[in-house]
T-cell receptor, first 116, second 111 residues
């Protein structure tokens, strides 16, 4: 089946620093990848949609200059949280869509970010 | 505004019973509705998709219904097992094919 990995699984960083999270589709090419954020005991909130080779589309209320998304290849998307603050601490999850079958999304295992 | 609500934050049931979870939505006209399972500290795992012209879909011990008039989907797990304990999320696509999730129901199956 389609497998999506994320790295790192956990990261702790100091306030003001930047951290990069990688999302890879391991056995398929993903034309579209999605980034979600999940706070404790809450559901997933879509942050942005990333298409290979083009700029990401951000949901309302998500700062594009703070959450930099790069989708450089059909198997890799990265999310960089710039100038992180404690309120950015959350569980970040990516997913990938297989080809043009728009309803099939496969999710990564998530990255737990803690900003101290 | 668009909303997806799962009316029980938590549900406890006895092993062997049928668990029924509810998903209600407003201001969506989805062509599909999906159900996912999420375990603590993990990403969601796709379970079932039901189309707007399908009333019911089954997969092993899982059954999903979809009533576009009521704007509601029901998710059933029959002969529940402790291993079914997890958070279950319903999800809808918007017009741009982006997926939006409900609030989730945390199911606990008691042995």
């Amino acid at each position: 089946g389609a497998v999506v990995s994320q790295h790192p699984s956990r990261v702790i960083c100091k306030s003001g620093t930047s951290v990069k999270i990688e999302c890879r589709s391991l056995d398929f090419q993903a034309t579209t990848m999605f980034w979600y954020r999940q706070f404790p005991k809450q559901s997933l909130m879509l942050m942005a949609t990333s298409n290979e080779g083009s700029k990401a589309t951000y949901e309302q209320g998500v700062e594009k200059d703070k959450f930099l998304i790069n989708h450089a290849s059909l198997t890799l998307s990265t999310l960089t949280v710039t100038s992180a603050h404690p309120e950015d601490s959350s569980f970040y999850i990516c997913s990938a869509r297989v080809g043009t079958v728009h309803y099939e999304q496969y999710f990564g295992p998530g990255t737990r970010l803690t900003v101290t | 505004s668009q909303k997806i609500e799962q009316n029980s934050e938590a549900l406890n049931i006895q092993e062997g019973k049928t668990a029924t979870l509810t998903c209600n939505y407003t201001n969506y006209s989805p062509a599909y509705l999906q159900w996912y399972r999420q375990d603590p500290g993990r990403g969601p795992v796709f379970l079932l998709l039901i189309r707007e012209n399908e009333k019911e879909k089954r997969k092993e011990r899982l059954k999903v219904t979809f009533d576009t008039t009521l704007k509601q989907s029901l998710f059933h797990i029959t002969a529940s097992q402790p291993a079914d304990s997890a958070t279950y999320l319903c999800a809808l696509e918007d017009g741009a094919n982006n997926l939006f999730f409900g609030t989730g129901t945390r199911l606990t199956v008691i042995p």
